[in-house]
């Protein structure tokens, strides 16, 4: 399937949920050894994502030597995967599980090594079972935006669809 980021006319209802965290507290890990949060993940992310107001999430990743890709700056995989993180994390705010279905990132500016990333987060909209998340990354104090990402992610049952991936699925907290 082949598909663009582009918003439906109509939003489906959406509400905050209830046990969603409180504005700037942190979403619970959902893995150990995610690539993109777990405590234990072997060059993992190490990327916590904190509820903001309404359906809004903030992050923040240190862009460390590991991530290099051009001479000095992030790697471009890295930067993608970190908002694929951050942009997962945030339908759980509206209490609603998903994986990815489609992420378009803007690259605007170079981002160095040593900086530190802040995210941006929020549902825009949920049409049945997708939800549109878009997310923007600043550097450092700066308000000027680096890059910006777009996603559909496709709501799911979690435990069906991590039921063949049964024994890598009870190290989760789902
Ligand atoms: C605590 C938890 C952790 C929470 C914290 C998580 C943070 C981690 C963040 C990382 C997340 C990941 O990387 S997840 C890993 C990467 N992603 C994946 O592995 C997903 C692989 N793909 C799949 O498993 C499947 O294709 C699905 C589940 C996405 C869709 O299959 P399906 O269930 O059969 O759904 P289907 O009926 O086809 O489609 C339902 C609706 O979604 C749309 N749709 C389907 N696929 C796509 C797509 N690629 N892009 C756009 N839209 C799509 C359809 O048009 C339809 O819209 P309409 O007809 O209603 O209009």
Redesign the pocket.
Known sequence: ?S?NFSLPDVSDPMERHPKAPAPGDPFRL?HDL?H??GVNAPGGLHVTVYAGEGFTTTAEMKVEEWMLGGPGVIHGGVLTAAF??VL??TP?IIGV?V????LEVDFLKPIPIGSTLHFEAEVAAK????VFVRAVARLDDSDEPVATASA?F?E?D?RK?YAKYYDSASQSR?
């Not at 049409?127 to 997708?130: A, D, G, P, S, T």
């Open positions: 399937m598909t959902h995610c993109g949060c694929d993180e997962g994390t759980l599980p994986v990815t279905g489609h049409e049945r079972r997708k559909i496709i799911i979690l669809h789902l």
